[in-house]
């Protein structure tokens, strides 16, 4: 899609020496452009009784389109000068920026600005308007943290509205969390869910020539790390499969995708699909989770969109008093893999030759999201942890010695009890660092609560 554009626009009362209402906008103006998006810009506004200025701001914004409106005050102005202005953009969303007065020697020189926001913020809310409200500090940096957050969050929700997942097969083991109303979704998210059916897989996998499928197993030996010797086989079925979904992937358009697991590829194929997943991640760049669960794909193309990140999934093994247990039974993403993706051949129940990711998470802050359907409702369950390297551990049901599988002890900031009365999911879906500040921000935008 097209990069999105800020548009910048300030305001100071006539009375306010025009030379100070341009100093202080063109000062806000050099930090809305270091939040990396292009940016439109139009002279600073009066309340001229004419509407000159305003016009003239109006005219010259009209000629670039723009995804988001910066609305930067730099001095008491008249809410009805800012208005004639703003309500031509009403559908856009738009930050209410009060900028702030200045010291010379030990004296507060102010131009009322928050005179200006305060008369604004109220009106701007009664109208219906889309906006984030934030003020510059006397002696403290412009809040560009702030400005970047909901940037960004505009910039995913955007994004979102473009997304395409595909899902080959739905509601795997018949779990009720992983599943979307597909018209809701498209709605108010803007994701559109897309399914296809293994049978289509299958018949392209046919149509594969041995040189591809060649191929594919040299790109596995040589850049994933084996425990122990395995036969081309299984490499090769999974590249079968992975080069044949990874021809739709390309061919659809597809943001995120999820696979029917345990009923589909396991079942009826005899082909876990860890090593399908690990290869559309590096192949076609793609969010990948497995088991149809659509809800999960949601939060991870929320995730991804707000942080840049590729938002990996992890799955709740156990609650101890002050952290709980997090890892995959398959794979993990390249992005969030410390030191080498390492392959394990192993057996799990009925299954012959699995090939396991036995790698190792990166350790750190985190934040665990998941996007719920409460009644009707979307509800986001937020929280930030503490991640550390896991107890030794291992699954029932692998072939002795049991691996050790790629996971994480998280310590919730919230602590274990008052996350546990929320969790909605076996599956969370992980980023490092806090990113609760934008998440909420895309969250608001997009109209869902946050637990």
């Keep these: 899609m097209e990069q999105m554009k800020i548009g910048f626009v300030g305001f100071g009362e006539v009375n306010t020496p025009r030379d100070v209402v341009e100093r202080k906008c063109a000062e806000a103006l050099e930090v809305v452009k270091g939040l990396g998006y292009p940016v439109v810009s139009t002279a600073p506004v009066a309340d001229d009784e004419a509407y000159e200025q305003a016009n003239r701001a109006i005219e010259e914004l009209r000629r670039e389109r723009f995804d988001l409106l910066v609305v930067c005050v730099a001095g008491w102005i008249p809410a009805h000068a800012v208005i004639k202005v703003v309500d031509k953009f009403r559908f856009t969303p738009m930050i209410l920026w009060g900028l702030c007065g200045w010291m010379e020697g030990k004296t507060l020189v102010s131009t009322a600005d928050q005179a200006g926001t305060t008369g604004l913020r109220h009106a701007f809310q009664e109208m219906g308007y889309e906006f984030k409200y934030v003020w510059s500090v006397i002696g403290k940096p412009a809040p560009a943290d702030e400005l970047k957050s909901y940037a960004d969050a505009v910039n995913a929700a955007l994004q979102l509205r473009d997304a395409r997942m595909g899902t080959m097969g739905w509601r795997d083991m018949l779990l009720y969390g992983t599943m979307a109303d597909g018209v809701h979704v498209r709605s108010q998210i803007g994701v559109e869910i897309e399914p296809f059916e293994m049978l289509e897989i299958y018949q392209r996998i046919q149509t594969l020539k041995p040189e591809e499928i060649a191929e594919g197993v040299k790109y596995v030996r040589e850049n994933f790390v084996f425990t122990a010797e395995c036969d081309d086989k299984p490499i090769a079925d999974a590249v079968s499969w992975a080069l044949a979904i990874a021809e739709r992937v390309r061919r659809r358009g597809y943001d995120a995708i999820s696979l029917i697991d345990v009923d589909g590829m396991k079942k009826l194929m005899g082909i876990p699909p860890a090593m399908i997943f690990l290869l559309l991640n590096r192949w076609c760049g793609v969010c990948t989770i497995p088991e149809n669960d659509i809800m999960g794909a949601i939060t991870q193309l929320m995730v991804r969109y707000a942080t840049g990140q590729i938002a990996a999934y992890a799955e709740f093994y156990e609650f101890f008093e002050d952290s709980v247990l997090a890892g995959v039974p398959d794979f993990i993403p390249m992005e969030v893999t410390d030191g080498d993706q390492i392959i394990k051949p192993s057996t799990f129940g009925l299954l012959s030759t699995s090939l396991l990711n036995v790698s190792k998470y990166k350790t750190g802050k985190v934040t665990m999201a998941r996007l719920i359907d409460k009644g009707g409702e979307y509800v986001m369950q937020l929280e930030t942890g503490d991640a550390k390297a896991p107890p030794q551990w291992e699954e029932c049901g692998w072939e002795p010695p049991a691996p050790q599988l790629p996971s994480l002890e998280i310590f919730p900031d919230c602590g274990v009890e ?23 921000e895309l969250c608001g935008l997009l109209g869902i609560e946050v637990l």
């Excluded at 969370?428 to 609760?436: E, K, Q, W």
């Design 418 to 440: 008052a996350f546990a009365q929320n969790v909605s999911s076996q599956h969370t879906i992980l980023s490092y660092g806090d990113n609760t500040q934008v998440l909420r």
